[in-house]
């Protein structure tokens, strides 16, 4: 099994800072990765794919990087729509999601 | 655009069999993954399972023993059932379509199973 490990779990932030939310994968995926979006009550969005690729309609503030075991997720600057929680999800093998990165306010 | 659509019981009892069932509109089931993802309450999300439109499946390890996700193309439906449940089974269960590259771009609204009797 691949295993993927998010940190921080919880990130305080601000309106207009940038936030940086981290992955690691217990083995190489190449970038065979994916960030979603989840709101309270609500299904996950699709944010970024292939690592590093954005989804449709996606601001341009949210961007992906990285390949292999470690990737990041950066918000460039933070909008009140952004507060949720974030996970990312292999496909290398399968599919595992990381435990999750709930982004609140400061 | 295409839409997902979960439906079935919300509350099962222990050691009864959980079955739920996702129509697709909007679009067609065929050429693509749908991929069942369930979510605890308060916890994270974990892959289930999932089935290709000509029925080929994969399966969570830890579930396999008790699942079955099957298709029928000509109603645009997948459907998941989950044998011999527990209350570690309650969770909220979504449908999901992958893009056919493994990132999923269409979701559920989610449908929350409970597990008591």
């Known amino acids: 099994d691949i295993q993927m490990t998010q940190s921080p779990s919880t990130l305080s932030a601000s309106i207009g800072d940038r936030v940086t939310i981290t992955c690691r994968a217990s083995?190489?995926?190449?970038?065979?990765l994916a960030w979603y979006q989840q709101k309270p009550g609500k299904a996950p969005k699709l944010l970024i794919y292939?690592?590093?690729s954005l989804e449709s309609g996606v601001p341009s503030r949210f961007s992906g990087s990285g390949s292999g075991t470690e990737f990041t997720l950066t918000i460039r600057s933070l909008q009140p729509d952004d507060f949720a929680t974030y996970y990312c999800?292999?496909?290398?093998?399968?599919?595992?999601f990381g435990q999750g990165t709930k982004v609140d306010i400061k | 655009q295409v839409q997902l659509q979960e439906s079935g019981p919300g509350l099962v009892k222990p050691s009864e069999t959980l079955s739920l069932t996702c129509t697709v509109s909007?679009?067609?089931?065929?050429?693509?993954?749908w991929t069942w993802i369930r979510q605890a309450p308060g916890k994270g999300l974990e892959w289930i399972g999932f089935?290709?439109?000509?029925?080929?499946?994969s399966y969570n390890p830890s579930l396999k023993s008790r699942l079955t996700i099957s298709v029928d193309t000509s109603k645009n439906r997948v459907s998941l059932k989950l044998t011999t449940v527990t209350a570690a089974d309650t969770a909220i269960y979504y449908c999901?379509?992958?893009?056919?590259?493994?990132?999923?771009?269409?979701w559920g609204q989610g449908t929350l199973v409970t597990v008591s009797s």
């Open positions: 999901a379509r992958d893009n056919q590259d493994g990132e999923l771009d269409y």
């Open positions: 909007g679009g067609s089931i065929n050429y693509y993954y």
């Open positions: 089935v290709y439109y000509t029925g080929t499946t």
């Open positions: 083995q190489s995926i190449s970038t065979w």
């Open positions: 292939k690592a590093s």
């Open positions: 999800q292999q496909y290398k093998r399968l599919w595992t």
